[in-house]
């Protein structure tokens, strides 16, 4: 008895202790750490591809946007009554339409074109009925007829209209919407909606005479987004 007490009383180990898990959360932490490395690498060496790609593909092409110019203009007629708010006007416009690219056609799907005056539009039309392709290194010619009579209140504007009649100039203002597609070889890419932008100066021409002012060619703002 006395044996077992002494066996007791003197010192036990225990039970065993289980292993730390500390290191297990240090070999969890770096596979996070290795596997967010690699995606983080394959991000930024897939961005610099597309990059190197597309600035290749510039180098190559070379791309340039199309030119836009007014070679003529023809106003026949612009009288505005003050008391009917009523304008009559005539007037017809040659544009040029330059692909200066070596390696793209353009297809011109849609060309709507709004004339301005103080502002205010007073006629709208369509250029293009079917669409047209312009080749590369070349130039399309277009003609555009606006005729009728439109509903404007010029208000205070009505004097900036009395100084430009007796001068004999008009200030009009032609504003485009396009709808363009680029042709590369065989690939035709996705629809483009560019705006073409004009501030004009047109003499009048009055029962076969012009004024003293003539017409300069006028190159437009072309702006693709």
């Known amino acids: 008895m006395a044996e ?88 017809d416009l040659n544009i040029t339409l330059r692909n200066p690219n070596k390696k793209m056609a353009i297809y011109f799907d849609k060309i709507e074109a709004n004339a301005f005056y103080e502002g205010q539009r007073f006629d709208t039309e369509n250029l293009t009925k079917w669409g047209f392709k312009v080749e590369r290194k070349s130039t399309h010619f277009l003609n555009a007829t606006f005729a009728g009579q439109q509903w404007m209140v010029l208000g205070a504007n009505v004097l900036d209209f009395n100084e430009e009649k007796s001068v004999g100039v008009y200030s009009i203002y032609l504003k485009c919407y396009l709808r363009i597609r680029f042709r590369i070889g065989d690939f035709i890419g996705g629809d483009h909606k560019p705006k073409v932008r004009c501030g004009l100066k047109v003499p009048l021409i009055s029962n076969g005479n012009l004024s003293t002012a003539r017409f300069e060619t006028t190159r437009c703002d072309v702006q693709l987004f």
């Not at 836009?68 to 009554?81: E, G, M, R, S, W």
């Open 4 to 91: 077992k007490e002494s066996q007791l009383n003197g010192s036990y180990p225990g039970p065993s202790i289980p292993p730390s898990n500390q290191e297990d959360k240090h070999k969890s932490s770096g596979c996070f750490c290795c596997l967010f490395g690699c995606l983080w690498k394959t991000i930024v060496a897939l961005i610099l591809i597309i990059v190197l790609a597309i600035f290749i593909c510039w180098l190559i092409l070379q791309p340039r946007m199309f030119k836009v110019h007014i070679t003529d203009a023809k106003l026949t007629q612009f009288n505005f009554t003050n008391n009917n708010n009523n304008l009559q006007y005539k007037l």
